[in-house]
């Protein structure tokens, strides 16, 4: 066919700026594509899709549930932006997720949310007041640089390497020190 129609079913309107109308038997709208293409569901014309030919937008005048019964797939390197701004985003680039913050705010963990590295054995979690970092084996630090230099492990604070590390220096001293035993 000359004009691409072929194997296409058209539904064509008689007139120019009507909406086309979806309705049950009893009169009840179930859908309609009004002039502006937006593909609209129910009667009150809340709940619509769109594009511009650029942009693809869902809108709802309340929740949009996603009901997959799979994944929802985001590609690396798309970000879901959560403020409109792109201020605060999260995003993959396929190895490292990162969490922007915008204006200089924080990422709020609700008090007893804790982060779990690995299953519950390896955990950091708050309280409101304190703050606990749980290991199920050896807890290292590691200070100006990725080299471990302290580690806690079950009844003894360690430097990892022999004559590595002070406890205090002279420009930071400790006030009080007690000790058991020699």
Do not use: C, W
């Amino acid at each position: 066919d000359m004009d691409g129609t072929a194997g296409v079913q058209i539904i064509k309107l008689g007139v120019d700026s009507d909406d086309l109308v979806f309705q049950q038997y009893d009169g009840n709208e179930v859908m309609r594509i009004n002039d502006d293409r937006k593909l609209y569901f129910y009667d009150d014309g809340g709940e619509n899709i769109s594009s511009d030919g650029t942009d693809f937008t869902f809108a709802s005048g309340a929740k949009i549930n996603l009901t997959a019964t799979s994944d929802v797939v985001i590609p690396s390197g798309v970000g879901l932006i959560l403020d409109g701004s792109g201020n605060e985003k999260i995003e993959s680039d396929g190895t490292d997720l990162s969490i922007t913050v915008g204006g200089g705010g924080d990422i709020n963990i609700g008090s007893a949310i804790g982060l779990t590295f690995g299953d519950d054995g390896e955990k950091i979690e708050g309280d409101g007041t304190d703050l606990t970092i749980l290991s199920s084996g050896v807890l290292n630090l590691a200070a100006g640089g990725t080299t471990n230099q302290i580690k806690v492990t079950d009844g003894a604070i360690l430097p990892i390497t022999d004559d590595d590390v002070d406890l205090g220096s002279s420009s930071y001293q400790f006030k009080d020190v007690y000790v058991d035993g020699t």
